[in-house]
């Protein structure tokens, strides 16, 4: 479960627009407004650097707690968004999905997903997963209350049914890979269970500023990293014998 068989699956948490607008002395949405640029730079670079699913961390469930003019703001560009970028998906073949809740985000949005997804579900080049009223714990937990108490599940289709309660393509693979901009050095609820053996990389760029150098210097530090899932390098040799010592080698 936790080797990747094809491309890459990279989760990406967007952070830094309110810091980026403060700095200019700009409202926290204006710095969302220009977050949206930066996502279509995003989208744009993955495939070629070998990415074929990317989880773009967008509105977690505890955003709720921010004040509502911001909330309703980023509700509304998540809505033009996906329209605005439709066809464009459908022209790179880019399969979108929106992974999270749908029962608290509003009609229009919830409108705007239900038809992009319809209409880029052909798209073979990336999985575009946007996470929007995204919590990992309350996937875990869906995933867990629907499994019956004498049925027996191993950890990928445990995965699968995490993929299922978050409305994801149930194949999609574990994480390889998680960004995180603006410096904070913390997951915030986000793919929990699929990114047990996931790198980390943390990056200072606001993420209005991010652009495909900044996707692409994250995948030169992971293709550098040592990925070990509890083994042992390659080529490093067994360990002697703890009993007989070096000597009886
Ligand atoms: C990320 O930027 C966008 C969302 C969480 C919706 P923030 O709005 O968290 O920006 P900072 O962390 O306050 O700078
Ligand atoms: C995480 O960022 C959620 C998104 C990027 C959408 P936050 O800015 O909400 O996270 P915390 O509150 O700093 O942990
Ligand atoms: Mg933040």
Sequence with gaps: ?????????????????????AARGLPRTE???RGAAAVRRAVEAA??????????????RDNWRRPPDEVATLMGLMESFLVRERANCRRQGVRLAV???????????????EETERATRHGTR???????DYSARSAILAAAGALGSAERCDETGFLQRVNRACHSDPE???????????GEQRLS?????????????????????????DLRRAIEAFRRR?????????EIHPLPDPVAGPSAR
């Design 1 to 21: 479960m936790d080797r990747t068989p094809t491309g890459l699956h990279v989760g990406l948490i967007m952070d830094g627009n309110g810091r980026w607008a």
């Design 31 to 33: 710095g969302h407004r």
């Design 47 to 60: 495939p070629g650097l070998g990415i074929t699913t990317l989880t773009l961390y967008a509105f977690s």
């Design 99 to 113: 992974i999270g809740r749908r029962d608290r985000l509003p009609p229009g949005l919830i409108r705007a997903i």
């Design 126 to 132: 990336l999985y575009l997963r946007l996470a929007v």
């Design 172 to 182: 999609t693979p574990p994480v390889d890979l998680v960004i995180r901009t603006s």
């Design 189 to 213: 609820d986000f793919l929990l269970f699929e990114s047990a053996y996931a790198e980390l990389v943390f990056i200072d760029t606001l993420w209005p500023d991010f652009d495909g150098e």
């Design 226 to 234: 040592e990925r070990r899932f509890g083994a042992v390098p390659a």
